[in-house]
């Protein structure tokens, strides 16, 4: 089928067409108005055509195209009828403000090139088409006395016969060569356009594609690395309960770092393959009750662990009240650990607090650190991915810059809110608040998140 029937049969865009709707109710009732004000001041003869016959006929079909767009059926066949309405009655305004001579004639054009934005080549090309007849159709009524005309100048013309055929022939062919050059030069820039768009279109699915690889190679590369990560701390431990034999004191320092750069590997990994898991949109989440004093007193050792030797005060302190919240435990620590972890990471000396309260929409987790300070510029963008104040190749600190990122995604996973407060060369204090319930739970307990 050749490319103009191809898109003159095409569904045409809900969303583009929809808005002619109200605009063609809002026109066709400024005409009935100024027709019934032209009409009671006698300044212009058979206004009745446009009240009782074209208008009464634009609203209908009018209303046909808002039915077809609700019920989206004849959506094509409608909007084809709607257009053809719309033609006839500028027409007939055309004819009431002077024919050949109307100044609205150029709403034509207007016309034409609200089609071509909205449409497509072919439904554009067939609106000019239909235009130009009706503008013919016009000029031969008025040509043969059926229709009057209202221009002054045009009417004496027309009296004393000047005006045969030929000039109808020449005015029809003016307006055609016109909307030839517009559709043409319209139609050129629209195809430029469409194949641009195919071939953003394309490049775009070709990146989603790319994309999603990407997650899904780090996902399973990750997902590997786990096991010989594991291997190493099980073995780590095994040689520091003295398994294998009673170890030097130089031996067990050399064993709590290996655990130590084991822990943070995995810590790396685990953020690694929770990223990739939220990007393909396959976090699965499973509430069970959690008790917070017990998040509470695991993070403190996980603080401590990590500080090591670093003269660091690790400062708990709980709500109490034995409150307890459902959500996905495993996330959850996996959120406060990264908090934790950088608390640590960016203090020389001090304290980090971690404490929590209840509040009604949640429990309130906090962990506070007098470290290095996150400058105010940089509070919104260090929860992207790979994003540090410092990344430099020469930086002090480690890190991939995922772990902020990490805690980003889970927190959405998991309906909670987080907030930082932050002064450069004093600390920073990061804030989540887990809802008690989490958001939605299906019947299986689990909760799929985006
Ligand atoms: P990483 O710690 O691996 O660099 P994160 O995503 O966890 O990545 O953190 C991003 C950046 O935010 C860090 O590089 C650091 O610049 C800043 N940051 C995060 N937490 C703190 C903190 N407690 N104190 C100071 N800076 C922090």
Avoid at 37 to 60: E, S
Avoid at 190 to 210: D, I, P
Wanted: hydrophobic content about 50%; proline content about 4%; charged content about 20%.
């Amino acid at each position: 089928m050749p490319e103009f029937l191809r898109e003159l049969l095409e569904e045409p865009g809900l969303r583009k067409i929809a808005w002619g709707v109200p605009t063609g109710y809002v026109v066709t009732g400024l005409l009935v108005v100024f027709a019934l004000f032209f009409d009671h001041f006698d300044l212009l003869p058979n206004t009745d055509i446009l009240i009782f016959y074209l208008a009464p006929l634009k609203f209908a079909t009018n209303t046909l195209m808002w039915w077809a767009i609700r019920k989206r059926i004849l959506v094509l066949e409608l909007s084809g009828l709607n257009q053809f309405a719309d033609i006839v009655l500028l027409t007939a305004v055309i004819h009431f403000t002077g024919g050949p001579a109307s100044p609205l004639t150029s709403l034509y054009f207007v016309v034409v090139a609200i089609i071509a934005m909205l449409t497509n080549v072919g439904v554009t090309v067939t609106a000019a088409t239909i235009m130009v007849l009706s503008y013919a159709v016009m000029l031969t009524l008025i040509s043969t006395g059926v229709l009057e005309i209202h221009d002054p100048f045009l009417k004496t013309m027309y009296q004393q016969n000047e005006v045969g055929w030929e000039i109808v022939v020449l005015d029809v062919f003016k307006l055609l060569t016109l909307m030839a050059i517009m559709v043409g030069s319209i139609s050129a820039v629209l195809r430029m356009l469409r194949a641009r768009e195919n071939e953003l279109k394309l490049k775009n699915e070709e990146l989603l594609e790319a994309s999603r690889l990407k997650s899904q190679f780090i996902a399973n590369v990750t997902h590997e690395l786990r096991t010989p990560i594991h291997g190493v701390l099980g073995l780590s431990e095994m040689l520091d309960e003295g398994i294998y034999g009673e170890l030097k004191a130089s031996q067990r320092t050399a064993i709590s770092n290996i655990e130590r750069s084991a822990q943070t590997l995995l810590g790396m990994v685990d953020d690694l393959l929770s990223l990739a898991r939220a990007e393909r949109g396959r976090i699965v989440l499973r509430p069970v009750l959690v008790e917070v004093d017990e998040v509470l007193d695991e993070l403190a050792d996980v603080a401590r662990w990590i500080a090591g030797p670093k003269p660091l005060e690790i400062i708990v302190s709980s709500p109490g009240g034995d409150r307890q919240l459902t959500c996905d435990r495993a996330a959850l620590m996996h959120i406060l650990t990264n908090l934790v972890s950088n608390a640590v990471k960016f203090t020389e000396q001090g304290a980090v607090s971690i404490r929590a309260h209840h509040e009604p929409s949640g429990v309130v987790f906090e962990v506070e650190d007098t470290g290095i300070g996150i400058p105010a510029e940089e509070l919104d963008s260090i929860f992207e991915a790979f994003e540090q104040v410092d990344g430099s190749e020469s930086r002090q600190y480690g890190g991939a810059g995922l772990g902020l990122s990490v805690v980003a995604n889970l927190c959405n996973a998991l309906g909670a809110t987080f907030r930082v407060d932050s002064t450069p060369g004093k600390g920073s204090c990061f804030a989540v608040t887990v809802p008690w319930q989490p958001p939605e739970v299906d019947s299986s307990g689990e909760v799929e998140s985006v």
